[in-house]
Each structure stands twice: as structure tokens, then as C-alpha cells.
């Protein structure tokens, strides 16, 4: 089977489904997976952002500070990766969801240090300037 093929990708992409389905049965019925609490928390954000800029457009754009709780909506200058896992959660040109907020405040609440924004406290996150 040719993996770069349409096949491959097919094929890929069933199994990832099912190990994502599996974990999420597994959490809903309240058994653990043996992972840590951090990585446990991936599975809560169901859905990737919505890519509004290319990362090149969102770094040659203007960008302003705006406090955490103003962030919902706004589109992302800076990524912001938890560690542990390490994962990027958002990208720059990815547009904040409450989802994606809520899981970056439970991620810090747990003790997960953020990789990536200016103010690691993320008390500010620095977002593209509205046009």
C-alpha cells in the first residue's frame, strides 16, 4: 500500500478515528487511559481552529495585546504550545474559540507551562489588529 497515496491517507486517517474513538468512549464511561492528566486533556478540544491567515500573513501582520478573556474571535499572532504535552494548541492565523481558551485555562490550571506567547502567564495574548 502506497502511504503518500489516496490509499495510504484513507487509510491513516480510519485508524487515527478509531484510536480517537476509543478514547473518548473510554473517557465518557470513566475509565482512565494510564496517561497523565495533561495529555488526557487533548481530547476535550474535538476540533481544530479555523485557519483564518497563513502563518506568513499572520507574522507580517499588525498585532495587538488584548487580555485573555478578550481573546474569543480574535485571530492569533503568536502559537501557544502547553508543556507537557508540548503540542502546539494554536497556530498563527488560527482563530480563538471559547473551546480553545477553556482548554488553555485548564491547561495552566494544571501547572503546564506555554511555550510560544509573549506573556507565558497568559494574562495577554497577542492577537492580528482588527481591519
Not at 496517561?35 to 500573513?57: G, I
Not at 485555562?105 to 494574562?123: M, V
Amino acid at each position: 500500500m502506497d502511504i503518500v497515496g489516496g490509499d495510504g491517507v484513507v487509510a491513516c486517517y480510519d485508524v487515527l478515528c478509531f484510536i480517537e474513538q476509543r478514547r473518548i468512549s473510554a473517557a465518557e464511561s470513566g475509565k482512565t487511559t494510564g496517561r497523565t492528566k495533561f495529555t488526557e486533556k487533548q481530547w476535550l478540544f474535538r476540533s481544530l481552529p479555523e485557519m483564518v491567515k497563513t502563518p506568513r500573513e499572520a507574522y507580517f501582520a499588525e498585532k495587538e495585546a488584548v487580555p485573555f478573556a478578550e481573546a474569543e474571535g480574535r485571530i492569533a499572532a503568536e502559537m501557544a504550545a502547553p508543556y507537557p504535552p508540548g503540542i502546539p494548541l494554536i497556530c498563527p492565523g488560527e482563530r480563538y474559540s471559547r473551546e480553545m481558551l477553556e482548554l488553555m485555562r485548564q491547561y495552566k490550571a494544571d501547572g503546564c507551562e506555554f511555550h510560544g506567547p509573549s506573556d507565558a502567564s497568559l494574562e495577554v495574548l497577542y492577537v492580528l489588529k482588527e481591519e
